[in-house]
């Protein structure tokens, strides 16, 4: 069983800090980060993913996966003149150990997962020529076969339509179905409505709330600055 667990959780960078974070997560669970531009949500997820160090607290990770964490990084983060099916691939570098170059399940692996997401077509082409939504989709792609027991992910619907957005939205379910524990970052608010649990950051600092909490009219005003109402169909927020 993954568990991740924050303790007293403080980090930044450049003279900005996040508040003191508390977290106990368990795989098989899905959770969105929101907050306005320049909140700290890609500083956290640096942090979980031991990119940056902590400001001070500890984050911990128990698990018996071979691949402790993947990490999306935010989109225009990657340029490669790879081919999709290569780069992709190559998120299973983690499994290879000392083996040299790629074995044909890396590659059945990679070629499984953009099928996963309906862009298998884009496997021989070079990574640098795709679109930047079609690059997004090949890196979640690439941490999709990485099998990691944490899966942080940055903004992994930007830039995407809607098919596409619903595609990674699946996939993101399907990891925490198979034991994974997923954080994803986002300015969706409808993905955030679906997660099982919101880390909301804000000017009072980090809080883990329950999505309809997270999601209220006054907590979104608070983050944001604009008035929401809610769908009457769905109960999902939309700006007014």
């Not at 790879?82 to 780069?87: E, G, I, M, T, V």
């Amino acid at each position: 069983m993954t568990r991740l667990d924050l303790d007293q959780l403080s980090v930044g960078r450049d003279g900005f800090r996040l508040g003191v974070l508390d977290l106990q997560a368990r795989g098989g669970e899905v959770i969105a980060v929101i907050g306005p531009n320049g909140a700290g949500k890609t500083t956290l997820l640096k942090t979980l993913a031991r990119l940056i160090p902590p400001l001070s607290g500890s984050a911990a990770i128990e698990t018996n996966a071979l691949c402790p964490v993947a990490y999306l990084p935010p989109p225009g983060a990657v340029a490669a003149g790879f081919s999709a099916l290569h780069l992709t691939a190559l998120g299973r570098a983690a499994r290879r150990g000392w083996s040299p170059g790629l074995a044909l399940a890396d590659l059945e692996a990679a070629r499984a997962a953009l099928t996963r997401l309906d862009v298998s077509d884009l496997a021989d082409r070079p990574f640098d020529h795709l679109s930047s939504g079609q690059q997004q989709l090949v890196l979640v792609a690439r941490l999709m076969v990485q099998e990691a027991a944490v899966c942080l992910l940055d903004e992994p619907l930007a830039m995407l339509d809607p098919a596409h957005a619903t595609a990674i939205e699946r996939a993101v379910r399907d990891l925490a179905d198979a034991g994974r524990l997923v954080i994803a970052s986002t300015h969706g608010l409808a993905f955030a409505a679906r997660a099982d649990r919101v880390i909301a950051l804000g000017p009072d600092g980090p809080a883990v709330l329950p999505p309809g909490e997270a999601l209220s009219p006054a907590r979104i005003a608070r983050l944001f600055g604009v008035e929401v109402s809610v769908c009457p169909c769905c109960g999902q927020p939309a700006i007014t």
